[in-house]
């Protein structure tokens, strides 16, 4: 075992899956020589030299739809947005192609390839460079999409993403990269892709999030140790564990959904309606959702509204517990 | 013709001053006038000493991210005094220079790097974009804005920047490949810093020089000494004259170097040397304009430590006022959505409030 961020738990991730297979290989925006501008693949163009992992001009498009074109040529290549608000030039490789190949070769081709991006708000920064898209990418039929919350996640959902026969998209919760450490095992290991996480047992209500909201959760639980919450990380936001969630409604007949993505048609939506169809019957008091406001999220001086803090979820808790069917 | 006389494919830079501030071609010196000059000097030193004092704030923790100018500046100042007062700026993000001397305030944006969207709105008539992130998109908001010049014969130009690095990206070229196919009236400059963030210009970009990328659009390109404020100003004052005669868009490469990191959050030690640096140093843009001005008797020491002293407070002024100014507003972040707030915003806003009532902040 030994003690991780998640930030050095992908770099690990990165660096076992290229030791074990030739067929890695890591590249994008100062990917290479710097080892990414938040230093994910340090040491790892040192050790597997210029071909396995290089800087690429700034082009989103070419770095994902070259990495198509690896794919279908032998490697697994592992890509990089510099951050998730600058993935959309490579938006249209991914849902025009990465989604697709499978489905229009008939499975003659498969993209075996991820595309990394540090994504959502909390850290100061400039435009462009807090935004959770998880909507757009969990709308698109044919794509996985990986957020990890935790260092012994980060590293074993990353090694089950290279492994992966089809195209995953691994959002990084960059607030919480350095945040906290982890003892993780030091041998590789996979944490299966389409499983949610069951981060606290309860009885009373199903608190479910992902990334860095995950620790908001918990730190909310403090202020409120009356109410007997689950926790769930949900950790692959497409193909979703309904299971998992159905199992924890029906147990507890209330849910809290928590997200940073915008609210109008996000991910909260879709598992509500997953509720609603499968487990309508057993809840009792309406479905809450609390998310990122519908408005572009503000720069650093506003951005206190818009992000998510235990306070405003012990709120919400409080308020859900009070409801009578 | 000036664009025929430097050919990018020979790698042949236009230069006018060199970095001893000598006249090295007589022949071509721009006509500027006196108040011209003096106000790109003026705006040079304030711009430095904001640049240099934005950083230093940064590193104090009052500033958020900043990306320094500092070696920049005659790429920038040469460029938008070529201009007419009518003319359009199209930023990239790098630009504090040009966008002094269009008219944004300082405390405007020192404001933006503050992390507050009000300092991206520059007074109603100051024709400038907000600054551009995403890299390269903005070259295509220049296409549409001298197309739309063009249409409505109102004879504005647009003059747009981006980095090295942006003129690989698909969005460079697509703007400039729409722009030559209708002459529009477009100026681009590149201001080839030498790197983006950490990767070396020469390292990703296979072109000789980046004015050669003008060849492909069918368009003159042009490689300056962008440290050269004359150069620069020549270029684009006949790249106007294009534009204004209908003959459509120019590409200029100014050769500069950025003396600072990518952003305060980039550390340069991890991919250039020190002794790059120093070279450059020796090529600072304001030390050879400030010899020109003086060889010609329109500037003096005494003069130039008088403006470093109003510079200085102008930049502290600015600064005082802009850390007085606090946090956004709730309402703000709701309000310029849409032309008017919908139910749906109106029903977030009113619960986020009622939950500060019942909470507090
Ligand atoms: C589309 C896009 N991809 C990535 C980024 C992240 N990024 C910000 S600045 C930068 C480098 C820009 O280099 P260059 O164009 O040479 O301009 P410079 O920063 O040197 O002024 C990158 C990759 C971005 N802003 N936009």
Known sequence: MAVKTILQAINEALDQSMEKDDSVVVYGEDVGHEGGVFRTTAGLQKKYGEGRVFDTPIAEAAIVGSAVGMSVNGLKPVVEMQFSGFSLPGYNQVVAHVARFRNRSRGKYHLPMVVRMPYGGGVRALEHHSESLETLYAHIPGLKLVIPSTPYDAKGLMMAAINDADPVIFMEPKRIYRAFKQDIPEEPYEVEIGKARIAKEGNDVTIIAWGALVREVEKAMKQVDDIDAEIIDLRTISPMDTETIIKSIKKTGRVLIVHEAYKSFGPAAEIISRINEEAFFYLEAAPKRLTGFDVTIPLPKGEHHFIIDPKQIAYELKKLMAEKA | ?361
Request: aromatic content about 10%; cysteine-free; proline content about 4%.
């Open chain 2, 1 to 361: 013709m000036l664009f025929k006389d430097f050919d990018p494919l020979k790698e042949e830079m236009l230069q006018i001053l060199d970095q001893k501030g000598n006249i090295v071609n007589d022949k071509l010196v721009p006509k500027i006038k006196k108040a011209t000059l003096m106000k790109m000097y003026k705006t040079m030193v304030l711009g430095r000493i904001a640049d240099d004092k934005a950083v230093q704030f940064q590193r104090q923790g009052r500033m958020l991210t900043y990306a320094p100018n500092h070696g920049q500046e005659a790429a920038q100042l040469g460029s938008i005094a070529a201009m007419d007062d009518n003319d359009w700026l199209v930023l990239a993000f790098r630009e504090l220079n040009a966008m002094l001397y269009k008219g944004v305030t300082l405390e405007q944006s020192y404001l933006y790097w503050y992390g507050n969207e009000m300092g991206a709105k520059y007074d109603e008539d100051v024709k400038v974009l907000p600054i551009n992130v995403p890299i390269g998109s903005q070259i295509n908001h220049a296409a549409g804005i001298a197309y739309a010049s063009k249409l409505n014969k109102t004879g504005e130009v647009a003059l747009a920047f981006i980095g090295d690095g942006g003129t690989s990206h698909g969005e460079f070229h697509e703007g400039m490949s729409f722009a030559a196919a209708y002459d529009l009236p477009m100026i681009v400059v590149i201001q080839n810093n030498h790197y983006a963030i950490s990767t070396p210009r020469k390292k990703v970009i296979k072109s000789k020089t980046l004015a050669q990328k003008a060849i492909a659009y069918g368009i003159p390109g042009i490689q300056v000494d962008g440290n050269d404020p004359l150069a620069m100003y020549l270029a684009v004052e006949k790249a106007r004259e294009r534009a204004a005669n209908g003959d459509g868009p120019t590409l200029i490469e100014a050769v500069t170097y950025r003396m600072g990191p990518h952003t305060t959050s980039d550390n340069p030690k991890l991919y250039r040397e020190d002794k790059e640096v120093q070279e450059w140093a020796k090529k600072d843009p304001l030390i050879r304009f400030k010899k020109y001005l003086i060889d010609k008797k329109y500037w003096s020491n005494k003069k130039d430590e008088e403006l470093q002293e109003t510079s200085k407070k102008e930049v502290l002024d600015a600064f005082k006022k802009v850390e007085k100014s606090g946090l956004v507003d709730l309402e703000d972040i709701f309000k310029y959505t849409y032309e008017k707030l919908t139910p749906n915003l109106e029903k977030q806003m009113n619960a986020y409030k009622k939950y500060l009532d019942e909470v507090g902040e």
